[in-house]
Nanobody, 125 residues
Framework: QVQLVESGGGLVQAGGSLRLSCAAS????????MGWFRQAPGKEREFVAA????????YHANSVKGRFTISRDNAKNTVYLQMNSLKPEDTAVYYC??????????????????WGQGTQVTVSS
């Protein structure tokens, strides 16, 4: 059974930093592309960042480019999202997701096969 477990969320002031982690089990982690999405109250889930299976390529949404960085450690079966210069509009539940197509960078949630339960990030002004 595939499990993705996010951690690292919390409350932070604007301008601060957080690092989210997503630990994977139940699959060959290094075969999967990974993504981060977020969903704010009353809004649709939106793409944040993605990384291919061996970290050869990454892609970040324009809204977070230059502030957030996705990375992965295949030896630890973990994907990270380093979030700097946080803004109140970054407040959301953040989800990690795995795609069995390890070479594809996708911004569409329906192209991911497995999801974590989410971790709350709250940025105060």
């Amino acid at each position: 059974q595939v499990q993705l477990v996010e951690s690292g969320g919390g409350l932070v002031q604007a301008g601060g930093s957080l690092r989210l982690s997503c630990a994977a089990s139940g699959r060959t982690f290094s075969s999967d592309a990974m993504g981060w999405f977020r969903q704010a109250p009353g809004k649709e889930r939106e793409f944040v960042a993605a990384i291919t299976r061996r970290a050869g390529r990454t892609y970040h949404a324009n809204s977070v480019k230059g502030r957030f960085t996705i990375s992965r450690d295949n030896a630890k079966n973990t994907v990270y999202l380093q979030m700097n210069s946080l803004k109140p509009e970054d407040t959301a539940v953040y989800y990690c997701a795995a795609s069995k197509d390890g070479l594809r960078i996708s911004v569409h949630s329906y192209e991911y096969d497995y999801w974590g339960q989410g971790t709350q990030v709250t940025v105060s002004s």
